[in-house]
């Protein structure tokens, strides 16, 4: 069967595919790793870990789209052994691999494209287990492996449903698909298909139909993080370390910090991951260590220790790298609830610090230059006071690495500098090799190495870059009348200011900004609704285009169903236009076509 429900015999077929391409074509097992997100790079390390410690030889190939991995696949070898990380499950892979090869998934993106899951297709393994699909966000009640055995039965009225969109973006009819819905969930019983068979008169052809309409048609989501798959995998395997522990744990505050997941899912897989923390020792000696210098000019090695710790974090973003009152200021939490864009809410942020007890003077210094009496006292006065602001979640279960007495690190702070560092492109230097994704993949790979702590803290400056950009931008879209439009089912606005579009118009940059304009509104008394952005890209003449439907919610029926209604909105313009990316939110026009874009959008939606 090709879809694999257990992370062992996923890898057992793995290893068994890369050897034997390495014996007939001498060809290292070819990883292309989506180079968007920092979950595909923690699931990478992870398996190079594995890999090598099994002596099989690979090489990674870093991808930026789908177009991207088409030009890379129609070079390697027709008998080739391919590991995609993190994009691949939506897409029917066997319309774009080469005539021979082979292809392993393991992607949390959702939906999974049906044809990639029939049992008859063996060309292509997709790693989506039972646990994974049971815990989804969004939930159907049929048997998914079924329906997939059935695809061949409308093979072409696949294709279609999954190219094709009706309805509008906020709804249940809405029908999305080209990327990532779901397959999630064992919370309703499944209903047999010989059961709806005979509510369809026995067409077992408008029986599939109806349930694959459905299956798409649940909006795009996202899964269990690719980085918890393989150090799964590696605990399995008995392989696992607690480097690659770390790994898992930034994996799963990636999905968490950029809202892929609902809070439920979060605190129970931060739950497991506490539970590995304890039973592993926890504590890594490397035999080199470091040296040391004493008072008396004695030289001694000293080993290096390396632990994981979890605890409450405040939702203050990079306050080990920022002041305690520039995080506060910025991070999306404390703005949107206390408006710090406006004077108003300046004066609020400044009021609640001296009640506090906490000098301004103090607050403005480097976190790690503040008084320590101040810093003990934060916990107690955040939780005396902060609730009557509204600021009643700010703390959530995370995690954190101790670094001997030298560093501490939390896992949000290394998800937003090395997501900073993947959308780091060089915008002075168009042709450069550091301004290629592949490239940034490497960059943002080595930094979440802590032997690389000063490349980290790079990405770590850039992304406060970005959020102080999102927070004028936010003030400036609620603040100036018309510069946010609303349409009967979404509001969309649009983004020229050169000095902030420089830093906003990466596809995860912008879609931070949508949420942060969208938890604004909310607490302004508007009603929720769906968002899109349109942003001036780097390249001439071309806008970024991104659409949000709002933060994961447990029991909801319905993802982010933008992403076919961007793509026929674009074909029914005519205009020329870039849907290749890893999401299928995230399409890239023309400037002269976001007008027509917003207002076939706003008529069909």
């Not at 001296?354 to 607050?363: E, K, Q, V």
């Not at 998800?415 to 560092?421: D, H, P, Q, R």
């Not at 603040?479 to 009967?488: E, M, P, Q, V």
Request: glycine residues 6%; contains cysteine.
């Amino acid at each position: 069967m090709v879809r694999e429900l257990r992370v062992d015999s996923f890898y057992a077929r793995l290893r068994a595919a890369a050897s034997a391409s390495a014996a007939g074509s001498s060809s290292p097992l070819l990883i292309l790793p989506s180079a968007a997100d920092a979950d595909s790079l923690c699931a990478v390390r992870a398996l190079a870990h594995v890999l090598s410690a099994d002596s099989i030889r690979f090489s990674i190939y870093p991808v930026a789209s789908a177009a991207a991995a088409r030009d890379l696949l129609a070079s390697f070898s027709s008998s080739s052994c391919l590991l995609l990380v993190n994009w691949g499950a939506h897409r029917d892979l066997c319309g774009i691999l080469p005539p021979a090869a082979t292809a392993f998934v393991v992607d949390s993106h959702r939906p999974v494209h049906l044809h990639n899951l029939c049992a008859r297709n063996d060309r292509v393994v997709v790693l989506f287990t039972a646990d994974d699909e049971q815990t989804a966000d969004l939930s159907y009640d049929f048997d998914l492996s079924a329906l997939a055995d059935a695809s061949d039965l409308d093979a072409e009225g696949d294709a279609d449903d999954h190219l094709r969109v009706t309805g509008d973006a906020s709804d249940s009819d809405a029908s999305d698909s080209d990327s990532d819905g779901d397959g999630g969930g064992g919370r309703r019983k499944r209903r047999r298909l010989s059961d709806d068979a005979e509510a369809e008169g026995g067409d077992p052809v408008r029986l599939f139909a109806k349930l694959r309409r459905e299956y798409y048609r649940l909006g795009t989501f996202h899964g269990k993080p690719s980085g918890c798959l393989m150090y799964e995998l590696a605990h399995a395997l008995r392989k696992n370390t607690n480097e690659l522990l770390w790994l898992a744990c930034v994996a799963l505050t990636d999905q968490f910090v950029h809202d892929r997941i609902t809070n439920e899912r979060y605190q129970a897989a931060v739950m497991e991951l506490e539970q590995h923390i304890n039973g592993s020792g926890n504590l890594d000696l490397s035999g080199v260590g470091s040296v040391v210098t004493l008072k008396d000019g004695t030289k001694i090695r000293a080993p290096e220790t390396s632990r994981i710790a979890y605890e409450d974090e405040p939702r203050l973003m990079l306050l080990r790298e920022w002041s305690l009152f520039d995080s506060m200021l910025c991070s999306s939490y404390v703005a949107t609830k206390l408006k710090t864009w406006s004077d108003n809410g300046l004066k609020k942020l400044k009021l609640l610090l001296a009640r506090m007890g906490f000098p301004l003077a103090d607050c403005q210094k480097n976190f790690q230059y503040m008084s320590m009496e101040v810093k003990r006292k934060m916990r107690d006065e955040f939780d005396r006071f902060l609730p009557e602001y509204g600021l009643t979640e700010f703390y959530y279960r995370s995690f954190l690495r101790v670094h001997g007495y030298r560093s501490k690190v939390s896992a949000a702070d290394v998800v937003y500098g090395v997501t900073a560092l993947l959308e780091s492109l060089n915008s002075e230097s168009k042709d450069s090799k550091e301004s290629s994704a592949a490239e940034q993949f490497w960059v943002a790979y080595s930094a979440l190495s802590l032997s690389n702590v000063d490349q980290l803290r790079k990405g770590m400056q850039s992304a406060i870059e970005i959020q102080r950009a999102i927070l004028r931008q936010g003030s400036s879209a609620i603040t100036k009348t018309g510069f946010i439009r609303s349409a009967k089912k979404f509001r969309w606005v649009k983004l020229d200011d050169p000095v902030d579009t420089n830093r906003l118009c990466h596809p995860q940059a912008l879609t931070k900004f949508c949420f942060f304009l969208m938890d604004a509104l909310k607490e302004r008394g508007a009603r929720v609704k769906p968002l899109i952005c349109a942003c001036l890209a780097k390249e001439p003449e071309k806008v970024l285009v991104v659409g949000v439907c709002g933060k994961p919610r447990l029991g909801a029926v319905q993802g982010n169903a933008f992403g076919n209604a961007f793509r026929s909105a674009a074909e029914e313009i005519g205009a020329d236009y870039f849907h290749d990316m890893f999401e299928s939110s995230w399409i890239v026009l023309d400037v002269v076509a976001v007008s027509s874009f917003m207002i076939w959008l706003t008529e069909k939606l």
